[in-house]
């Protein structure tokens, strides 16, 4: 029993310190993208509208993570844990490094593109690495990757109000790779595989039983020498096609959420209250991420079928067309109501994502299931790109009407 506590407190940081750096690039957006934007003349840009999208950002960070998140599971059969581990510390605390004390907006730019490979790379290491423990572990890593979009938002809105230079506020944030590692080392317990609950193959698999007996028993050693067991193509195109229904819904809800966030938000904004433009907008991404957290935390309480997951999707897609009419024709009469809707918006992401891969993990057999589980968020990589892409053309496009 202390074992299933200190793993799952384990699995919670490991959720928090993976997203973290990848969740503060996306609230230093706005100051990343004005590094060069402050040097343009603004004196008839009267909208108060930079014209320089915080797209730019995201597709920086899920790029070259979504690179990653594709060829992850295709080596986790040759690098050993310990390898995979350490690319995902080094690569974190690097990128903090580079956006901190550079101002040289290419560098920074390079940085981020550090902290989508280690968010992204990471959370198919550690999903996959959930196959061996109790199935409760994924939702506490869920649940802390909820809470990283919460404490990264908050940790950067707050320092920066508090007068905080981008610099310093990058250098204390230096502490979650570092959190990270003393989770692995001191509190994991990985003496034994803690799992003992039997996965009941659904449509993944169709072995035996006495197949399925003894590759379990193969993973099991494979596992404790912190390897992966190695899968045939036939097996690999098997879970492809167990998870596939739920990438795609994935693919939908990031995509419309993403869009949300980084081509529409920027041009949502209410002039003579009590927050600044640019606090207007860091605030909009820590209301969003508390409707994250709260849902990536629900697992234990609530758990939606995969109709609930295509209905959520649906809903996602109408945020997605009020915000758009919103940001030309500004008819919302109070920032209140922007903060609820969004609320709404990071509540269904949330439960979306940890809904799929719950079931993932629960339809896998024991032997696919670490590769499936590694391959179960490639949809969302690919959603956030797409709306990256239309982001950039979007907001520029907004932004270039609201001038007018």
Not at 182 to 204: G, T
Not at 257 to 281: D, R, T
């Amino acid at each position: 029993m202390l074992a299933k506590h200190r793993n799952s407190i384990a699995f919670w940081i490991f959720g928090f310190c993976n997203h973290f750096p990848f969740i503060l690039m996306m609230a230093a957006a706005e100051d990343i993208v004005n590094i060069s934007y402050t040097e343009v003349d603004t004196s008839a840009n009267t909208s108060n509208c930079n014209v320089q999208s915080t797209g730019i950002i995201l597709l920086a960070s899920i790029v070259p993570g979504l690179v990653s998140k594709l060829l992850a599971p295709l080596c986790f059969d040759r690098i050993d844990f310990t390898v995979r581990f350490s690319i995902i510390i080094a690569s974190a605390a690097l990128s903090l490094l580079l956006v901190g004390i550079f101002t040289n907006q290419y560098l920074c730019i390079f940085g981020v593109m550090l902290s989508g490979i280690s968010s992204t790379f990471g959370e198919s290491v550690m999903l996959a690495f959930t196959s061996n423990f109790d199935r409760f572990t994924i939702g506490m890593f869920a649940s802390g990757t909820g809470m990283a979009g919460l404490g990264g938002s908050l940790v950067y809105a707050f320092l920066r109000e508090m007068g905080f230079s981008k610099r310093c506020t990058m250098l204390i944030c230096e502490a979650a790779p570092l959190l990270y590692i003393i989770s692995y080392i001191f509190i994991l317990d990985k003496s034994k595989n803690i799992s003992k609950e039997e996965c009941q193959p659904l449509n993944f698999d169709k072995e035996k039983d006495s197949t399925q007996s003894t590759t379990t028993s193969k993973a099991s050693k494979g596992h404790a020498k912190g390897q992966s067991i190695a899968l045939t193509t036939e097996e690999k195109l098997l879970a492809f096609k167990g998870v596939f229904k739920f990438n795609f819904v994935l693919f939908v809800v990031f995509a419309a959420e993403y869009y949300i966030n980084l081509g529409l938000l920027q041009n949502i904004k209410f002039e003579s209250i009590f927050l600044s433009n640019a606090s207007q907008y860091r605030f909009y991404l820590l209301t969003y991420n508390v409707g994250v957290v709260i849902s990536r935390s629900s697992i234990g309480f609530v758990r939606i079928p995969f109709a609930g997951i295509v209905i959520a999707a649906c809903l996602q897609y109408i945020n997605a067309i009020f915000f758009t009419i919103e940001a030309f024709e500004h008819f919302i009469p109070t920032i209140w109501i922007t903060f609820v809707i969004i609320f709404i918006e990071g509540i269904i992401g949330g439960a979306c994502y940890l809904n799929a891969v719950y079931i993932i993990s629960k339809e896998a057999t024991d032997k696919l299931k670490e590769f499936s589980l590694a391959l179960s968020t490639i949809g969302d990589e690919m959603g956030i790109t797409s709306a990256g892409l239309v982001a950039l053309f979007a907001h520029h496009y907004i932004c270039k009407q609201n001038i007018n």
